[in-house]
């Protein structure tokens, strides 16, 4: 099973950035859809987006609305979160997850998971 640990997330102001990074351990990394998920307080996790194992395929949540990009680094063992024009709305722990099939991408419950990281936006 692979081990996957977050870093990156902080405070920032609305309209600004932060990338997200996750590192996973083993020899495995390139065999897995990568993807981050979100929960905010009080809400239920969710899809924000995924890369399939080569990274020629992306896939984003509507509520993104371009604002995120996500990348992977097989040789690295790293999966990235770029988010520009931050929102309130877009505070909450950001968390990693590892699955080995691309159709449930936005499964929120199946998959391996990192232990998160607080990303909150001020206004």
């Known amino acids: 099973q692979v081990q996957l640990v977050e870093s990156g997330g902080g405070l920032v102001q609305a309209g600004g950035s932060l990338r997200l990074s996750c590192t996973a351990s083993?020899?495995?990394?390139?065999?897995?859809?990568m993807g981050w998920f979100r929960q905010a307080p009080g809400k239920e996790r969710e899809f924000v987006a995924a890369?399939?194992?080569?990274?020629?395929?992306?896939y984003y949540a509507d509520s993104i609305e371009g604002r995120f990009t996500i990348s992977r680094d097989n040789a690295k063992n790293t999966l990235y979160l770029q988010m520009n024009s931050l929102k309130p709305e877009d505070t909450a722990v950001y968390y990693c997850?590892?699955?080995?099939?691309?159709?449930?991408?936005?499964?929120?419950?199946?998959?391996?998971w990192g232990q998160g990281t607080q990303v909150t936006v001020s206004s």
């Open positions: 997850n590892a699955k080995r099939s691309i159709v449930t991408i936005r499964d929120a419950d199946s998959g391996s």
């Open positions: 083993g020899r495995t990394f390139s065999t897995y859809v």
């Open positions: 890369i399939n194992w080569s990274g020629s395929g992306t």
